[in-house]
């Protein structure tokens, strides 16, 4: 699946030297690379019985609410702190120099409920482990994951052992 990296604009040194940055947004304005990302997760989860797509803030609600929708499937949206009106649940987690939180709304997911967690994507795992310890811990089951872009030379398929990982794109 890799052919879709001709969509994938690189960045060299940014945001900072010696870090090369994959931007998604030429993928998003091409009309036919995002409807293939999207068909291509599409194929990949179709027989998974999907009941709800969650996508994390902020560059996965580019992606989650296409593929609910085409999965006939709800989208539930995991946020920083603060961001969502009703009652949350919340998930910390440590980052390599510090932590972050992470909040869903506790009835975006009912127990039983087949949950696809989808991002832009997967570095070393720590924002995709948290969601998963979040929809979890109300009950939800794990489909699978999809992330567009996977940093291979990093170790976040290793913090999501255990799950179904898909990624259309390796660097």
Known sequence: MNDLKKYIREVPDFPKPGINFYDITTLLQDARGLRETVDRFCWCFLDHQVDK????ESRGFLFAPVLA?????????????????????????ELEYGS???????DAIRPG???LIVDDL?????????TVELVRGVGGEIAGL???IELGF??????LAGH????????
């Open 154 to 159: 990093l170790p976040g398929r290793q913090k």
């Open 122 to 130: 997967l570095a070393t795992g720590g924002t995709a482990a948290a």
């Open 113 to 115: 409920e087949r949950v």
């Open 164 to 171: 179904e990982v898909v990624s259309l794109i390796t660097y």
């Open 69 to 93: 929708c085409s999965l006939n499937a709800g989208f539930v949206p995991v946020r920083k702190p603060g961001k969502l009106p009703a009652k949350t649940v919340r998930h910390s987690y």
């Open 53 to 56: 797509v969650v996508g994390m």
């Open 146 to 148: 999809g992330f567009v």
């Open 100 to 106: 972050d939180t992470l909040e869903m709304h506790e």
